[in-house]
């Protein structure tokens, strides 16, 4: 047997197997394990696995090891551009008359911080050179088609279909003219002899052999390539696709206060075939299909100064703000299932609900004469329950007002009109109008038959007359009989036939929302610039609950 050879010899023969059955022995399985079982034992002294690695702090590593680079035409590409970044401060608008924030007073500094972040002007910082970065990319779908109008169309001999007839014409011409392929000497065409001398020789290539230097040489292909280059150029690469997972820097916009499309709702009058008590009324929207209710109540008073006289010892001074009768609304994902609820309340009273709707839905405006004592031993009631149970409220009618349906048959007019529920205007009862409000409604709900554009800012102002409400079932009204009220409003069916009707009229004036409506509150109650005068009748906005989320900025403090 040969001898081990000198560089074999300190060569070990331990294999890899036995040193994992070694490493293993000794830890007994996991290293936390080991930690475990050597607790209070102080006497071996074990290194851990791994230690742990401080992460380097890139900008002191920055600092301690600055780029090399050397001088040169690539050297602008590495170093940053000192004058990319450009900040200019500009003037928060503030829309009210004063600032929605509260009162600094002894409060901590830290909430004085996040206050005046609702204060101070914004600061927009501009990049310059933005638009030559890797994760700015200008070329979406819809400006590509917006750059490509101006380029040329390009038809290659490939894309041309060739006429039949000439182009067999021009097969028999070759074939006269040229030999077989099996005669020709390399078997080609282009060794034939009658297309070599029937061929044209090609166009000598000027100063292919003038010596000249390359820096001339490289300014004329410069000088070549701009040459009738069309400033689009890149609009013919396709757009990235939308769906793809990449970096996009978009310049975000200054931040400002969220808006959807705005409707005014303005409340005329409200009258009952008798006159016996104050009623009051709410306006809300819901969106059936997302059965939610996407705005706040709207709470307006149209009774006479005569009724409200009965509530005097319960309201002694009245605000400004309870007086508004119009009302802005915001829809931000407006639908063919959003609804206008309108809910009449009454004041507390004795007795079931439907004993207290029991007079309305009797007596007749054309037999007051006759109904004479019975009215007033009933206003005489009312207004012992006014004088005792004035703050309180209970459920009186209902109705809803499909609004797509409105805004629709609005805006199909060529002229601002009186969209009245009833078809004609002759005079009768008002259970006779009713009849004919039915009608019209059915005919408004024929209109909507198709998909159409939800849109509340093209329709002109309408006039809307209502004369059909609902009395109150039960103690209250739930959001889920709501909802499916309202959706057979929409597809009528048996279950509303079901509702006992009120006759009463209200009217109700629907326009798209100026811009800036003058003498206008925000729903904190505060005033809308411009606001002339403090003592006149305001038209309040009401918030939006949105039916899916809004990313925005919050910017305004409520």
């Known amino acids: 047997m040969a001898e081990r050879r000198a560089f074999a010899q300190k060569i070990s023969r331990t294999v890899a197997a036995e040193v994992r059955k070694q490493i293993a022995g000794q830890y007994v399985g996991s290293p936390q394990l080991f930690k475990n079982l050597n607790v209070g034992t102080a006497t071996t002294n074990t290194a851990p696995l791994t230690e742990a690695v401080e992460p380097v702090d890139f900008e002191e590593y920055l600092i301690t ?73 200008p070329n979406t779908l819809d400006k590509q088609k917006e750059r490509q109008k101006g380029l040329p169309k390009q038809v290659f001999e490939a894309d041309e279909m060739p006429d039949s007839s000439s182009y067999q014409d021009d097969q028999d011409d070759l074939k006269r003219r040229s030999m077989s392929i099996d005669d020709t000497p390399r078997g080609s065409w282009a060794c034939s002899i009658f297309d070599l001398k029937n061929s044209l020789p090609d166009a000598l290539l000027p100063h292919l052999l003038d010596r000249a230097p390359n820096e001339e040489i490289d300014r004329h ?10 400033r689009e150029l890149f609009a013919l690469h396709p757009a990235l696709d939308e769906e793809e997972p990449i970096e996009r820097h978009c310049v975000p916009e200054v931040p400002k206060e969220h808006f959807g499309q705005r409707l005014l709702v303005k409340c005329l009058s409200l009258k009952f075939e008798i006159e016996i008590e104050p009623i009051f009324a709410s306006l809300a929207l819901y969106d059936v299909k997302e059965k939610k209710k996407i705005s706040e109540n709207f709470f307006f008073d149209l009774n006479s100064e005569q009724t409200k006289g009965m509530l005097r010892p319960h309201i002694q001074t009245a605000a400004i703000s309870t007086l508004a009768r119009s009302a802005i609304f ?27 709707a029991e007079p309305y839905m009797v007596f007749k405006e054309s037999d007051a004469a006759k109904n004479k004592e019975k009215l007033e031993k009933l206003r005489g009631q009312s207004e012992q ?44 009862s008002w259970s006779e109008r009713r009849n004919s409000s039915i009608m019209g409604r059915r005919s408004l709900e024929r209109t909507t038959t198709g998909d159409e554009s939800c849109s509340l800012t093209g329709f002109r102002p309408a006039t809307l007359t209502i004369t059909n409400f609902f009395k109150q079932e039960g103690d209250r009204l739930s959001d889920e009989d709501l909802y499916k009220f309202l959706a057979d409003m929409r597809r009528p069916s048996s279950v509303l036939r ?36 403090s003592r006149v009748r305001p038209t309040r906005e009401i918030l939006e609950f949105p039916a899916r989320d809004v990313y925005v900025p919050n910017t305004t403090y409520r």
């Open 65 to 137: 090891h600055p780029p090399i680079v050397e001088s040169g035409p690539l050297r602008d590409l590495i170093e940053f551009p000192p004058d990319d970044i450009e900040v200019i401060h500009t003037p928060r608008e503030c829309r009210t008359v004063a600032q929605a924030v509260p009162e600094e007073g002894d409060t901590d500094a830290h909430v004085k911080d996040s206050v005046r972040s609702y204060t101070e002007d914004w600061a927009i910082v501009n990049r310059k050179y933005h638009k030559l970065g890797t994760g700015f990319n």
């Open 385 to 428: 329950f006014c004088q005792r149970l004035g703050r309180y409220r209970m459920p009186f009618a209902w109705t809803a007002i499909h609004l797509m349906n409105i805004v629709n048959s609005a805006g199909s007019l060529e002229r601002d009109t009186e969209l009245e529920m009833s078809l004609s205007e002759r005079k009768g």
């Open 330 to 356: 915001s829809i931000t994902y407006p639908s063919q299932d959003v609804f206008l609820v309108i809910k009449l309340e009454k004041v507390l009273q004795q007795g079931d609900i439907g004993e207290c």
């Open 498 to 533: 079901r509702l006992r009707p009120i006759t009463a009229q209200l009217k109700l004036d629907i326009s798209p929302a100026p811009e800036n409506p003058h003498y206008c509150l925000t729903p904190d109650l505060l005033q809308v610039k411009p606001y002339p005068d």
């Open 221 to 230: 292909n410069e000088e070549q390539r701009k040459a009738n280059r069309h």
